[in-house]
């Protein structure tokens, strides 16, 4: 059971490039969000899903977009990378029971440089 | 949307002494506030949460209380040790499957 993973660790993009993060959880867990982490900012959601095939925007979520093909993949793009979007991104999962939130598992995130 | 305040921003303790970490929350409809402890390099990982239908909450070392009233809640850490030093993040949910953060702590523990 490796929980929640990320896929890259780190990354160097140059402006305009662009690129998928990639992340995987084998809890099957219906709820799955990105979000980025800037120093004194602590987190702040950019985009989640509440099931397969569904996405919302949470509260940061220009330059960036997300998909949900497959239940336990969630998937955050960045079109045209700028400097702004150098970051730690962190991608988590969590269910719900009987209405209730349950608790959101992290990954170990990706940090992302752009030049 | 739900607005949360985190204080202090770092907080220095002696080995063994006591932390008290302190959070402020807009959304009255808020019904659980976990805590997270991020080490360097690392995921956030949850320590402890409570939920809007009882007021403390303890597991060994680690406690949480909840002023439904005042909208806010703390984290209380006793007879801390050098791996207690780590970022600790509060968080508030209104069951909309979103949480909303705090800045974070930055907690050092001195031996």
């Not at chain 2, 780590?86 to 001195?110: E, H």
């Amino acid at each position: 059971n490796a929980g929640v993973t990320q896929t890259p660790k780190f990354q160097v993009l140059k402006t305009g490039q662009s690129m998928t993060l990639l992340c995987a959880q084998d809890m099957n867990h219906e709820y799955m969000y990105w979000y980025r982490q800037d120093p004194g900012m602590g987190l702040r959601l950019i985009h989640y899903s509440v099931g397969e095939g569904t996405t919302a925007k949470g509260e940061v979520p220009d330059g960036y977009n997300v998909s949900r093909l497959k239940k336990q993949n969630f998937l955050l793009g960045l079109e045209s990378a700028a400097p702004s979007q150098t970051s730690v991104y962190f991608c988590a999962s969590s269910d719900i029971a009987g209405g209730r939130v349950e608790t959101q598992y992290f990954g170990p995130g990706t940090r992302l440089l752009v030049l | 949307g739900e607005n949360v305040e985190q204080h202090p921003s770092t907080l220095s303790v002696q080995e063994g002494d006591s932390a008290v970490i302190k959070c402020t929350y807009s959304d009255s409809a808020s019904n659980y506030f976990p805590w997270y402890k991020q080490e360097l390099g690392k995921g956030p990982q949850l320590i402890i949460d409570i939920r809007s239908n009882v007021g403390e909450k303890k597991d060994q070392r680690i406690a949480v209380t909840l002023n439904k009233t005042a909208k806010h809640f703390s984290l209380h850490i006793t007879e801390t040790q050098p791996e207690d030093s780590a970022v600790y993040f509060c968080a508030a949910s209104s069951n909309d499957y979103k949480l909303s953060f705090g800045a974070g702590t930055t907690v050092t523990v001195r031996a």
